[in-house]
């Protein structure tokens, strides 16, 4: 069977939810956090600076960006969570770009979880992903990109998540928007859960 150009999508966003959120003040919490993360090379990424957006209604948020992968506090689709969108090309294809990337999101969210200015304040939901091609070319926000698309999510999350098999559902939204689809797992109880049924993140692939 020959490739489909899908295959060699690496822009993709995942988010993951939080399920609780009692901060009143973003900036005021996450910015210190995130330079302490930069100071101390918390993770293996290249992590380059802070960003602060919280003022604007809707926006990225607060950001922490690395040469990698950049990760926002996000409130754009009305719902508060963390956003990972990877920006360079990955060594594989698009399975394993959506593979890396969930499992780095939900370590930085575990991580945030764990931190103690955060605990109690703050819960992620690892049960349900949302996943976007940012790549309007290769991915189109169409039945036929959907189609192409949902396996690859379907294989992606399943490796990152322990074997989980996950259902793979599309977000409609507005077809000038990015194509989204929600990968829902049953079996993810929680972020520790599932971070303990992470494999080692790849290798970073580079430009």
Not at 45 to 54: P, S
Not at 75 to 91: H, S
Not at 151 to 179: F, Q
Request: glycine share 6%; aromatic share 6%; with cysteine.
């Amino acid at each position: 069977m020959s490739e489909s150009p899908i295959d060699g999508l690496f822009r993709v966003c995942v988010k993951i939810y939080a399920s609780e959120h009692e901060i009143e003040d973003d900036a005021e919490l996450f910015v210190p956090i995130f330079h302490e993360w930069i100071r101390e090379q918390t993770f293996d990424l290249v992590m380059l600076d802070v960003a602060d957006y919280a003022h604007a209604p809707v926006s990225p948020g607060i950001m922490l960006v690395c040469h990698e992968v950049s990760f926002a506090l996000d409130r754009a689709d009305g719902r508060f969570g963390l956003l990972a969108q990877r920006r360079i090309p990955i060594d594989g294809d698009a399975v394993d770009a959506i593979d890396t990337t969930v499992r780095q999101v939900v370590e930085l969210a575990a991580r945030l979880e764990e931190d103690s200015r955060v605990a109690g304040k703050l819960r992620f939901d690892p049960s349900i992903l949302r996943i976007e091609a940012n790549d309007r070319l290769l991915a189109p926000n169409s039945d036929d990109g959907f189609r192409e698309f949902a396996p690859l999510v379907r294989k992606g999350v399943h490796r990152a998540c322990g074997g989980s098999e996950p259902i793979v559902e599309r977000v409609e939204n507005d077809p000038r928007d990015r194509l989204a689809v929600e990968a829902r797992l049953d079996s993810a109880s929680n972020i520790q859960e599932q971070l303990a049924a992470l494999t080692p993140v790849l290798p970073q692939g580079s430009v």
